[in-house]
């Protein structure tokens, strides 16, 4: 069975000692623009992944991301996973293992301009150990025709920054979005299924809502 490729090979990714968020104290650095191709599928993350500032990741569609108990990602630069109906991306937990960290995104603002812009289309996320699977400090996050499923705590948490949700499902998981002074677009045909709680926004300086008002809670503004 073909146990697929490490990261390790890739172009502009360098092995090096890290202490960050993750809780992690090894990891691999990504400074320069990288690509997860189907060849590489399933990609085996072992150790932690930094994106640096100016970098971007492309994860190509139909990939499979296997990722360790230690080994989050975090993204200081941009993550496009891009997938499509017929060929989602997969972002789950390695073989034998309980869960995997998650993602975490960290740019900087400067009035309505992100230094860091992450996409995702047709991915599904599962498996999350983590308190909160994917966090956001002042970054533009996009979702569309995502999966996020079997995460126990916060699936998006969001904070200062520019979020974009659409055509996606919630599956058993804890709370759905959580976000703080931000500005905020959940748009069309969000699914919430066995979530303990849907959706909790405050502070929010500019709310776009499309055909499901009764999923959110606002406290704010």
Sequence with gaps: ?????????LLGIHAFCLILGLGH???????SDAQWT?????????????????????????VTVMLAENAGILVEGSLLAQGSSSQPILFTRATGSNGWPGIEFSGTRVWNAFSSR???EFCRFEYVSN????????VDLDFSNCVFETITDTVIRSHDGKLR????LFRNCGEGVNAVC??????RNICMYACMNVCNVCNVCNVCMHACMYLCMYVGR
């Design 118 to 120: 992450s996409v995702f």
């Design 182 to 187: 931000i500005c905020i677009c959940i748009g």
């Design 1 to 9: 069975m073909r146990t697929g490729s490490t990261i390790y090979r």
């Design 25 to 31: 104290s090894s990891g691999i650095e990504i400074t």
């Design 131 to 138: 308190e909160i699977a994917l966090q956001a400090w002042e």
């Design 165 to 168: 949700l659409a055509d996606s």
């Design 38 to 62: 189907l060849s590489d599928s399933p990609v085996s993350v072992t150790e932690k992944v930094v994106i640096r500032p100016g970098a971007t990741l492309v994860v190509d569609a139909g």
